[in-house]
Protein backbone atom coordinates (compact mmCIF):
# COMPACT_ATOMS: atom_id res chain seq x y z
CA UNK A 1 0.00 0.00 0.00
CA UNK A 2 2.64 2.11 0.75
CA UNK A 3 4.26 1.51 -2.63
CA UNK A 4 0.80 2.62 -4.30
CA UNK A 5 0.14 5.14 -2.29
CA UNK A 6 3.43 6.96 -3.04
CA UNK A 7 3.45 6.64 -6.41
CA UNK A 8 0.22 6.86 -7.17
CA UNK A 9 0.05 10.08 -9.05
CA UNK A 10 3.09 8.92 -10.99
CA UNK A 11 0.96 5.40 -11.88
CA UNK A 12 -2.70 7.75 -12.50
CA UNK A 13 -0.81 9.76 -15.31
CA UNK A 14 0.63 6.91 -17.28
CA UNK A 15 -2.30 5.61 -16.83
CA UNK A 16 -3.59 8.65 -18.65
CA UNK A 17 -0.90 8.96 -21.32
CA UNK A 18 -1.59 5.19 -22.08
CA UNK A 19 -5.44 5.70 -22.46
CA UNK A 20 -4.61 8.59 -24.37
CA UNK A 21 -2.24 7.49 -26.96
CA UNK A 22 -4.35 4.06 -27.09
CA UNK A 23 -7.99 5.63 -28.10
CA UNK A 24 -6.59 8.85 -30.37
CA UNK A 25 -4.19 6.12 -32.46
CA UNK A 26 -7.09 3.89 -32.43
CA UNK A 27 -9.35 6.85 -34.06
CA UNK A 28 -6.98 7.71 -36.50
CA UNK A 29 -6.69 3.86 -37.48
CA UNK A 30 -10.30 3.65 -38.27
CA UNK A 31 -9.93 6.60 -40.43
CA UNK A 32 -7.48 4.93 -41.88
CA UNK A 33 -7.96 1.33 -42.21
CA UNK A 34 -12.26 1.60 -42.52
CA UNK A 35 -12.23 3.07 -45.89
CA UNK A 36 -9.19 0.25 -46.75
CA UNK A 37 -11.19 -2.60 -45.56
CA UNK A 38 -14.07 -1.53 -47.58
CA UNK A 39 -12.05 -1.27 -50.67
CA UNK A 40 -10.42 -4.64 -50.31
CA UNK A 41 -14.10 -6.31 -49.94
CA UNK A 42 -15.58 -3.92 -53.03
CA UNK A 43 -12.51 -4.74 -55.20
CA UNK A 44 -12.38 -8.62 -54.62
CA UNK A 45 -12.96 -10.87 -57.25
CA UNK A 46 -16.11 -11.65 -55.50
CA UNK A 47 -17.11 -7.92 -54.57
CA UNK A 48 -18.93 -5.57 -55.57
CA UNK A 49 -17.04 -4.01 -58.10
CA UNK A 50 -14.42 -6.51 -59.01
CA UNK A 51 -10.55 -4.74 -60.05
CA UNK A 52 -7.84 -7.32 -59.48
CA UNK A 53 -5.31 -5.29 -59.30
CA UNK A 54 -6.08 -2.73 -57.25
CA UNK A 55 -7.31 -5.62 -54.99
CA UNK A 56 -3.89 -7.01 -55.44
CA UNK A 57 -1.80 -3.77 -54.62
CA UNK A 58 -3.94 -3.24 -51.74
CA UNK A 59 -3.31 -6.09 -49.99
CA UNK A 60 -0.15 -6.13 -50.86
CA UNK A 61 0.26 -2.78 -48.90
CA UNK A 62 -2.18 -4.37 -45.72
CA UNK A 63 0.32 -7.59 -45.66
CA UNK A 64 3.30 -5.70 -45.67
CA UNK A 65 2.06 -3.30 -42.68
CA UNK A 66 0.86 -6.49 -40.72
CA UNK A 67 4.60 -7.92 -40.84
CA UNK A 68 6.59 -5.39 -39.45
CA UNK A 69 7.10 -6.00 -35.64
CA UNK A 70 5.75 -3.05 -33.89
CA UNK A 71 9.44 -2.10 -32.23
CA UNK A 72 11.22 -2.45 -35.58
CA UNK A 73 8.68 -0.12 -37.06
CA UNK A 74 8.95 2.49 -34.50
CA UNK A 75 12.72 2.66 -35.72
CA UNK A 76 12.04 2.61 -39.23
CA UNK A 77 9.36 5.54 -39.41
CA UNK A 78 11.06 8.12 -36.52
CA UNK A 79 11.94 10.30 -39.25
CA UNK A 80 8.81 10.75 -40.11
CA UNK A 81 7.61 10.41 -36.80
CA UNK A 82 10.16 13.45 -36.04
CA UNK A 83 8.92 15.36 -39.27
CA UNK A 84 5.05 15.16 -38.07
CA UNK A 85 5.11 15.73 -34.33
CA UNK A 86 8.88 17.21 -34.28
CA UNK A 87 10.47 14.53 -31.96
CA UNK A 88 10.75 10.81 -32.12
CA UNK A 89 9.70 9.93 -28.24
CA UNK A 90 6.89 10.71 -26.08
CA UNK A 91 3.60 10.20 -25.39
CA UNK A 92 2.35 12.29 -28.73
CA UNK A 93 5.32 10.98 -30.86
CA UNK A 94 4.38 7.29 -30.52
CA UNK A 95 0.91 7.85 -31.66
CA UNK A 96 2.43 7.66 -35.35
CA UNK A 97 3.47 4.67 -35.28
CA UNK A 98 0.50 3.34 -33.49
CA UNK A 99 -1.56 4.44 -36.40
CA UNK A 100 0.99 2.97 -38.91
CA UNK A 101 0.72 -0.31 -36.95
CA UNK A 102 -3.28 -0.66 -36.61
CA UNK A 103 -4.43 0.63 -39.85
CA UNK A 104 -3.56 -2.40 -41.76
CA UNK A 105 -4.59 -4.43 -39.13
CA UNK A 106 -7.86 -2.65 -38.80
CA UNK A 107 -8.01 -3.04 -43.07
CA UNK A 108 -8.15 -6.39 -42.26
CA UNK A 109 -10.96 -6.26 -39.58
CA UNK A 110 -13.17 -4.73 -41.16
CA UNK A 111 -12.51 -6.82 -44.78
CA UNK A 112 -13.42 -9.53 -42.56
CA UNK A 113 -16.36 -8.39 -40.66
CA UNK A 114 -18.30 -7.59 -43.88
CA UNK A 115 -17.27 -10.56 -45.62
CA UNK A 116 -19.95 -12.24 -42.98
CA UNK A 117 -22.87 -10.42 -44.53
CA UNK A 118 -25.00 -12.82 -46.06
CA UNK A 119 -24.70 -12.16 -50.13
CA UNK A 120 -28.72 -12.94 -50.44
CA UNK A 121 -29.16 -9.28 -48.48
CA UNK A 122 -26.38 -7.64 -51.04
CA UNK A 123 -27.90 -9.36 -53.87
CA UNK A 124 -31.26 -8.23 -52.73
CA UNK A 125 -30.31 -4.39 -52.48
CA UNK A 126 -28.46 -4.91 -55.94
CA UNK A 127 -31.98 -6.03 -57.47
CA UNK A 128 -33.77 -3.09 -56.18
CA UNK A 129 -31.20 -0.68 -57.80
CA UNK A 130 -28.70 0.07 -55.34
CA UNK A 131 -25.27 1.64 -56.37
CA UNK A 132 -22.20 0.35 -54.94
CA UNK A 133 -21.95 2.78 -52.31
CA UNK A 134 -25.34 2.62 -51.35
CA UNK A 135 -24.93 -1.17 -50.73
CA UNK A 136 -21.63 -0.54 -48.39
CA UNK A 137 -23.23 2.76 -46.48
CA UNK A 138 -26.82 1.22 -46.25
CA UNK A 139 -26.28 -2.92 -46.09
CA UNK A 140 -22.87 -3.84 -45.54
CA UNK A 141 -21.72 -1.40 -42.88
CA UNK A 142 -25.09 -1.24 -41.13
CA UNK A 143 -25.35 -4.72 -40.61
CA UNK A 144 -21.80 -5.72 -39.37
CA UNK A 145 -22.10 -2.96 -36.84
CA UNK A 146 -21.55 -5.95 -34.36
CA UNK A 147 -18.93 -7.57 -35.70
CA UNK A 148 -16.78 -4.18 -36.49
CA UNK A 149 -17.47 -3.32 -32.75
CA UNK A 150 -16.29 -6.32 -31.58
CA UNK A 151 -13.22 -6.12 -34.09
CA UNK A 152 -13.01 -2.71 -32.32
CA UNK A 153 -12.13 -4.13 -28.90
CA UNK A 154 -9.14 -6.17 -30.92
CA UNK A 155 -8.01 -3.60 -32.10
CA UNK A 156 -7.74 -0.79 -28.79
CA UNK A 157 -6.60 -4.36 -26.75
CA UNK A 158 -3.30 -4.87 -29.48
CA UNK A 159 -3.29 -0.84 -29.41
CA UNK A 160 -2.41 -1.49 -25.35
CA UNK A 161 0.12 -3.90 -25.96
CA UNK A 162 2.04 -1.59 -28.25
CA UNK A 163 1.55 1.40 -26.82
CA UNK A 164 3.37 -0.98 -23.43
CA UNK A 165 5.81 -2.21 -26.09
CA UNK A 166 6.87 1.55 -26.94
CA UNK A 167 7.77 2.41 -23.51
CA UNK A 168 10.92 0.79 -24.27
CA UNK A 169 11.90 3.15 -26.53
CA UNK A 170 10.92 5.74 -24.44
CA UNK A 171 7.29 5.96 -25.57
CA UNK A 172 5.58 7.24 -22.17
CA UNK A 173 2.33 5.64 -20.59
CA UNK A 174 2.95 2.68 -18.22
CA UNK A 175 4.58 0.83 -20.21
CA UNK A 176 7.62 3.81 -19.96
CA UNK A 177 6.93 2.89 -16.19
CA UNK A 178 7.39 0.01 -16.36
CA UNK A 179 10.42 0.22 -18.01
CA UNK A 180 12.28 2.74 -15.97
CA UNK A 181 11.19 1.43 -12.47
CA UNK A 182 11.00 -2.33 -13.07
CA UNK A 183 14.36 -2.43 -15.05
CA UNK A 184 16.36 0.34 -14.77
CA UNK A 185 16.03 0.82 -11.28
CA UNK A 186 14.57 -3.10 -10.03
CA UNK A 187 11.75 -1.56 -8.38
CA UNK A 188 9.77 -4.82 -9.57
CA UNK A 189 6.66 -3.70 -6.93
CA UNK A 190 6.13 -0.82 -9.06
CA UNK A 191 6.44 -2.47 -12.34
CA UNK A 192 3.99 -4.51 -10.76
CA UNK A 193 1.44 -2.17 -10.10
CA UNK A 194 1.98 -1.00 -13.98
CA UNK A 195 1.06 -4.89 -14.81
CA UNK A 196 -2.29 -4.85 -13.03
CA UNK A 197 -3.27 -1.36 -14.21
CA UNK A 198 -2.76 -2.41 -17.87
CA UNK A 199 -4.29 -5.69 -17.65
CA UNK A 200 -7.87 -4.13 -15.37
CA UNK A 201 -7.46 -1.64 -19.09
CA UNK A 202 -7.81 -4.36 -20.95
CA UNK A 203 -10.68 -6.38 -18.94
CA UNK A 204 -12.20 -2.67 -18.75
CA UNK A 205 -11.83 -2.43 -22.60
CA UNK A 206 -12.80 -6.00 -23.57
CA UNK A 207 -16.49 -5.80 -21.37
CA UNK A 208 -17.58 -2.44 -22.34
CA UNK A 209 -16.68 -3.25 -26.10
CA UNK A 210 -19.00 -6.74 -25.32
CA UNK A 211 -21.71 -5.08 -23.54
CA UNK A 212 -22.02 -2.41 -26.82
CA UNK A 213 -21.84 -4.98 -28.95
CA UNK A 214 -24.67 -6.92 -27.80
CA UNK A 215 -26.70 -3.81 -27.22
CA UNK A 216 -26.68 -2.88 -31.25
CA UNK A 217 -27.01 -7.10 -32.29
CA UNK A 218 -30.17 -7.62 -33.36
CA UNK A 219 -29.97 -11.17 -33.73
CA UNK A 220 -29.51 -11.18 -29.77
CA UNK A 221 -32.90 -9.58 -29.16
Not at 10 to 27: H, K, P, Q, Y
Not at 71 to 81: D, E
Not at 90 to 119: C, K, N, W, Y
Amino acid sequence: MNVLTENLPMLLEGTGETLAMVFVSALFAYVIGLPLGVALIVTDKNGLHPMRSVSAVLGWIVNIGRSIPFVILMLVISPLTRLIVGRAYGTTATIVPLVVAAAPFVARMVEQSLGEIDRGVVEAARTMGATTFEIVWKVLLPESVPSLIRGAAVTVITLVGYSAMAGALGGGGLGDIAVRYGMHRYEYDVMLLTLVLIIVIVQVIQVVFDLVAKRVDKRAK
